[in-house]
């Protein structure tokens, strides 16, 4: 740690050393600066990675990560000509006597046969870019991955990329790089999404209609991003049309789509709504008895109003708010010990999210935001004797804010501060009127996380780039809140509380924190080429703590505080890059190591729902991953596609001098979502500007099961006994998409457009094992049974339109 400390300011130094006669360039005072964002005409997306050439004089440059450039010329009369893979040339005539500003817009090349499959970065991105572990999804991309059952979905695009998992279908979340679910931060502009998915995880909150772009941080993650120690996946809305009004959306099995953008002040107030129901209640009509009283509806709503009123000031608001509903229609609610004859799962998650980008000057930009995320789920059982309801809640309120600043062509610094007040629910039960049940209400969870970060990019040469940065974050505990002390030298149970110590409101009984540096360097080894090394280290305040591998929505969440401490996640990556010299194929390969400090888990037998306290049912101890992810895509020509191939293991220890607090009798053993090998190959075929194939296939290694060893007799009773923790495997993962788009021909000009998408998911309907479980029986210590949650193909149609 202290290297890497003295590392940074090492390069700090050399940084001010060697920017300062290039921050004092000797200019003529009547320069002047020709800047403005470059955006994509149909989306509004800004373009990255533009060529802009002056013509009159010959001098290049290129936009920026958010579209944005800067060209400081000579007052005089310059053509510029934006070029840019994917979209037709652009030129463009100005007059420079003052400074201006210029939006661009460019229009998709439509004729162009050759698309990108997994990323609308330049062609050389790859290589040329400094960060380490880092994709970038468009929509366009996204809909050409076969769909389950009509639905594009954004998550599910992530598992074909390397690195990225899942412990099966339709379990909640995703695994990248040896994290669990909960530790990836998802944000739906600016705003954190504490539950990502649809029906219980099978698809996504994002609809993706609205949808920009995508963009996975799974191994350079920016300093300024904070509070989860795997991932970023940061999902951007697009920019409502300022131009003219349009409609959009479609028709499916699953759910059905309408979507209103346009002007409401031509080139200043623009405005956009989406929306997305699903009532699939009928479809139950027709499965076995056991299954007729199913429900399985979703809804989501998203709102963007943009206001321009000049080229210094944009004013940004985007809300989101989804509701699910799910009804199992019998179980046993076992973690309640509560008998139910039916079940049923409310959950919601709103967002709102306020921007403010402040066109300082030419070297200046402050990007300010004031962000709420609220998710809340409801558990409930409509039985009269045993009737109760099972609430729970998380409240994110954030204020932030962000400058850069560009005094080169050679430097790009960065920094910020971000205000986060937690507010944490975990669980409160609520009798029916005339139930048997008994009411519990957990105490609340309140806290600050305080962040602080700087960041400077900086292009040594023409070979060599880094980026540089060093975060600080802190969270304070506050009131009320109550904490036990427990005896020395004894495990923390309720038998070893020794006292109790209760804190008044707003009181901060608990702090904690430290420095997360950030380091990416990229070497260029010629043309096509590069080699990327990084490092980061992550922290992480608040985790959903659970003892089934896909947590429920339910799942309880739960903020660091005395007795859990933060996760802690270092890792370093290694990795080689490779394009041909036009960028037809590429490839990569990368190599990370991973360390987790104060990994969580739980201990044998623990009931986590309703628990007063967590330390007593939770185990903290060390972890490991490494691993290795190859990619090799071809770009250009009627067939395009890629294979990935990830080799990765999870290790965690759980070491006590206490016999209840080790598992595995404190050996390493397999993390829940542990998967070896996965490998993912996906091949489009476009013949035609108005047809195109895509077929997806996907293998990975069982997910880690623990299996009973043996079968105790008590009472004439026979009960399973369990030794080691996730020492046995469910079978391999295999399947097979296939789709066919049909879209009308771009270059008949019409007014109205719409496609039609066929897509079969599982195609040889192979039953793919969910879970392993055992009943036992009069012939045998225990039948084994597997638990498949596709298993046979699903067929689909979609229409999707706009005009």
Same mark, same amino acid.
């Given at each position: 740690?202290?290297?890497?400390?003295?590392?940074?300011?090492?390069?700090? @130094?050399?940084?001010?050393?060697?920017?300062?006669?290039?921050?004092?360039?000797?200019?003529?005072?009547?320069?002047?600066?020709?800047?403005?964002?470059?955006?994509?005409?149909?989306?509004? $997306?800004?373009?990255?990675?533009?060529?802009?050439? &002056?013509?009159?004089?010959?001098?290049?440059?290129?936009?920026?990560?958010?579209?944005?450039?800067?060209?400081?010329? =000579?007052?005089?009369?310059?053509?510029?000509? %934006?070029?840019?893979?994917?979209?037709?040339?652009?030129?463009?005539?100005?007059?420079?006597?003052?400074?201006?500003?210029?939006?661009?817009?460019?229009?998709?090349?439509? $004729?162009?046969?050759?698309?990108?499959?997994?990323?609308?970065?330049?062609?050389?991105?790859?290589?040329?870019?400094?960060?380490?572990?880092?994709?970038?999804?468009?929509?366009?991309?996204?809909?050409?991955?076969?769909?389950?059952?009509?639905?594009?979905?954004?998550?599910?695009?992530?598992?074909?990329?390397?690195?990225?998992?899942?412990?099966?279908?339709?379990?909640?979340?995703?695994?990248?790089?040896?994290?669990?679910?909960?530790?990836?931060?998802?944000?739906?502009?600016?705003?954190?999404?504490?539950?990502?998915?649809?029906?219980?995880?099978?698809?996504?909150?994002?609809?993706?209609?609205?949808?920009?772009? &995508?963009?996975?941080?799974?191994?350079?993650?920016?300093?300024?991003?904070?509070?989860?120690?795997?991932?970023?996946?940061?999902?951007?809305?697009?920019?409502?049309?300022?131009?003219?009004?349009?409609?959009?959306?479609?028709?499916?099995?699953?759910?059905?789509?309408?979507?209103?953008?346009?002007?409401?002040?031509?080139?200043?107030?623009?405005?956009?709504?989406?929306?997305? &129901?699903?009532?699939?209640?009928?479809?139950?009509?027709?499965?076995?008895?056991?299954?007729?009283?199913?429900?399985?509806?979703?809804?989501? &709503?998203?709102?963007?109003?943009?206001?321009?009123?000049?080229?210094?000031?944009?004013?940004?608001?985007?809300?989101?708010?989804?509701?699910?509903?799910?009804?199992?229609?019998?179980?046993?609610?076992?973690? #309640?010990?509560?008998?139910?004859?039916?079940?049923?799962?409310?959950?919601?998650?709103?967002?709102?999210?306020?921007?403010?980008?402040?066109?300082?000057?030419?070297?200046?930009?402050?990007?300010?935001?004031?962000?709420?995320?609220?998710? #809340?789920?409801?558990?409930?059982?409509?039985?009269?004797?045993?009737?109760?309801?099972?609430?729970?809640?998380?409240?994110? *309120?954030?204020?932030?804010?962000?400058?850069?600043?560009?005094?080169?062509?050679?430097?790009?610094? =960065?920094?910020?501060?971000?205000?986060?007040? /937690?507010?944490?629910?975990?669980?409160?039960?609520?009798?029916?009127?005339?139930?048997?049940?008994?009411?519990?209400?957990?105490?609340?969870?309140?806290?600050?996380?305080?962040?602080?970060?700087?960041?400077?990019?900086?292009?040594?040469?023409?070979?060599?780039?880094?980026?540089?940065?060093?975060?600080?974050?802190?969270?304070?505990?506050?009131?009320?809140?109550?904490?036990?002390?427990?005896?020395?030298?004894?495990? $923390?149970?309720?038998?070893?509380?020794?006292?109790?110590?209760?804190?008044?409101?707003?009181?901060? /009984?608990?702090?904690?924190?430290?420095?997360?540096?950030?380091?990416?360097? *990229?070497?260029?080894?010629?043309?096509? =080429?590069?080699?990327?090394?990084?490092?980061?280290?992550?922290?992480?305040?608040?985790?959903?703590?659970?003892?089934?591998?896909?947590?429920?929505?339910?799942?309880?969440?739960?903020?660091?505080?005395?007795?859990?401490?933060?996760?802690?996640?270092?890792?370093?990556?290694?990795? /080689?890059?490779?394009?041909?010299?036009?960028?037809?194929?590429?490839?990569?390969?990368?190599?990370?190591?991973?360390? @987790?400090?104060?990994?969580?888990?739980?201990?044998?037998?623990?009931?986590?729902?309703?628990?007063?306290?967590?330390?007593? =049912?939770?185990?903290?101890?060390?972890? #490991?991953?490494?691993?290795?992810?190859?990619?090799?895509?071809?770009?250009?020509?009627?067939?395009?596609?890629?294979?990935?191939?990830?080799?990765?293991?999870? %290790?965690?220890?759980?070491?006590?001098?206490?016999?209840?607090?080790?598992?595995?009798?404190?050996?390493?053993?397999?993390?829940? /979502?542990?998967?070896?090998?996965?490998?993912?190959?996906?091949?489009?075929?476009?013949?035609?500007?108005?047809?195109?194939?895509? @077929?997806?296939?996907?293998?990975?290694?069982?997910?880690?099961?623990?299996?009973?060893?043996?079968?105790?007799?008590?009472?004439?009773?026979?009960?399973?006994?369990?030794?080691?923790?996730?020492?046995? *495997?469910?079978?391999?993962?295999? *399947?097979?998409?296939?789709?066919?788009?049909?879209?009308?021909?771009?270059?008949?000009?019409?007014?109205?457009?719409?496609?039609?998408?066929?897509?079969?998911?599982?195609?040889?309907?192979?039953?793919?094992?969910?879970?392993? %479980?055992?009943?036992?029986?009069?012939?045998?210590?225990?039948?084994?049974?597997?638990?498949?949650? %596709?298993?046979?193909?699903?067929?689909?149609?979609?229409?999707?339109?706009?005009?």
């Amino acid at each position: 740690m202290r290297l890497l400390c003295v590392l940074l300011l090492s390069i700090c @130094l050399l940084n001010e050393g060697k920017t300062q006669p290039v921050t004092k360039p000797k200019t003529s005072v009547n320069t002047f600066s020709a800047t403005g964002y470059v955006r994509d005409a149909k989306t509004g $997306k800004p373009i990255q990675g533009v060529n802009i050439v &002056v013509l009159n004089v010959s001098k290049g440059y290129v936009t920026a990560k958010d579209g944005f450039y800067v060209i400081q010329l =000579q007052p005089g009369d310059y053509i510029l000509r %934006f070029t840019h893979v994917g979209y037709r040339p652009r030129q463009d005539t100005i007059s420079l006597q003052k400074t201006l500003f210029r939006e661009i817009v460019m229009e998709d090349d439509s $004729k162009d046969l050759e698309e990108v499959i997994v990323t609308s970065e330049a062609p050389d991105r790859n290589v040329k870019k400094v960060e380490i572990g880092v994709s970038q999804l468009t929509i366009r991309s996204i809909r050409r991955i076969p769909p389950l059952m009509g639905e594009i979905d954004i998550v599910r695009s992530l598992l074909l990329l390397p690195g990225v998992t899942t412990v099966g279908e339709g379990a909640p979340g995703f695994n990248v790089r040896g994290g669990s679910a909960d530790q990836n931060l998802i944000l739906f502009d600016d705003a954190p999404v504490f539950n990502s998915s649809h029906l219980m995880g099978f698809f996504s909150v994002f609809n993706p209609d609205v949808v920009r772009d &995508v963009t996975l941080n799974r191994g350079g993650v920016s300093p300024a991003f904070g509070g989860r120690a795997s991932s970023v996946l940061d999902v951007k809305i697009k920019e409502p049309d300022a131009q003219k009004w349009g409609v959009n959306g479609g028709i499916g099995i699953i759910s059905s789509r309408l979507g209103v953008e346009g002007p409401i002040i031509k080139n200043k107030l623009s405005f956009l709504a989406a929306a997305r &129901v699903s009532f699939n209640d009928f479809l139950f009509t027709l499965a076995p008895p056991n299954l007729k009283d199913t429900k399985a509806n979703f809804y989501d &709503v998203t709102t963007k109003l943009k206001y321009q009123p000049n080229e210094k000031h944009t004013i940004t608001f985007t809300g989101y708010r989804s509701t699910d509903v799910f009804k199992l229609a019998s179980d046993s609610l076992s973690g #309640q010990e509560i008998n139910a004859s039916s079940t049923q799962f409310n959950y919601q998650t709103t967002t709102a999210s306020f921007r403010w980008n402040y066109f300082m000057s030419k070297t200046l930009n402050l990007a300010t935001a004031a962000v709420l995320s609220q998710y #809340q789920a409801d558990l409930s059982s409509p039985d009269s004797a045993n009737a109760f309801n099972l609430k729970s809640a998380v409240w994110h *309120r954030q204020l932030k804010t962000d400058l850069t600043f560009t005094p080169s062509e050679t430097h790009q610094w =960065q920094a910020g501060l971000s205000f986060i007040d /937690y507010y944490v629910q975990p669980n409160t039960r609520i009798p029916g009127p005339i139930s048997n049940v008994l009411p519990i209400d957990l105490a609340r969870e309140r806290a600050y996380e305080l962040a602080a970060y700087v960041q400077d990019e900086w292009k040594v040469n023409a070979n060599v780039a880094v980026i540089a940065g060093l975060r600080y974050s802190a969270l304070l505990n506050r009131g009320p809140a109550t904490v036990r002390s427990y005896s020395e030298n004894s495990p $923390k149970q309720d038998e070893t509380v020794v006292s109790t110590k209760t804190y008044d409101a707003g009181k901060i /009984y608990n702090s904690m924190g430290g420095l997360e540096p950030r380091l990416a360097i *990229r070497w260029s080894l010629g043309e096509g =080429q590069s080699v990327k090394a990084g490092y980061s280290r992550l922290r992480q305040y608040i985790q959903q703590v659970t003892n089934t591998t896909a947590a429920l929505p339910t799942s309880r969440w739960h903020l660091s505080d005395t007795y859990t401490k933060p996760v802690i996640a270092d890792q370093w990556a290694l990795g /080689y890059f490779r394009n041909t010299a036009n960028n037809d194929i590429e490839a990569s390969g990368e190599v990370y190591y991973k360390t @987790l400090t104060n990994a969580i888990d739980y201990r044998d037998g623990a009931e986590l729902q309703l628990a007063q306290t967590v330390e007593t =049912q939770i185990v903290q101890g060390s972890g #490991q991953a490494y691993g290795f992810e190859g990619l090799f895509r071809k770009n250009k020509g009627r067939w395009t596609g890629f294979v990935s191939y990830t080799f990765a293991r999870t %290790f965690l220890t759980m070491t006590s001098p206490y016999a209840d607090e080790r598992v595995n009798n404190g050996n390493p053993y397999p993390a829940n /979502y542990d998967k070896p090998h996965t490998m993912n190959i996906l091949a489009t075929y476009r013949p035609t500007t108005w047809f195109s194939l895509s @077929l997806n296939f996907t293998y990975s290694t069982g997910r880690p099961t623990t299996q009973p060893s043996a079968i105790a007799r008590i009472g004439g009773i026979r009960i399973p006994i369990y030794l080691d923790r996730n020492q046995q *495997r469910v079978p391999d993962y295999h *399947r097979l998409d296939f789709s066919m788009t049909f879209e009308q021909n771009p270059l008949k000009k019409k007014r109205n457009q719409s496609s039609w998408v066929f897509s079969v998911y599982n195609v040889y309907a192979h039953k793919n094992a969910y879970s392993i %479980f055992y009943k036992l029986s009069p012939a045998s210590l225990a039948d084994a049974y597997k638990l498949s949650i %596709f298993g046979t193909a699903f067929p689909s149609l979609t229409y999707n339109f706009k005009f």
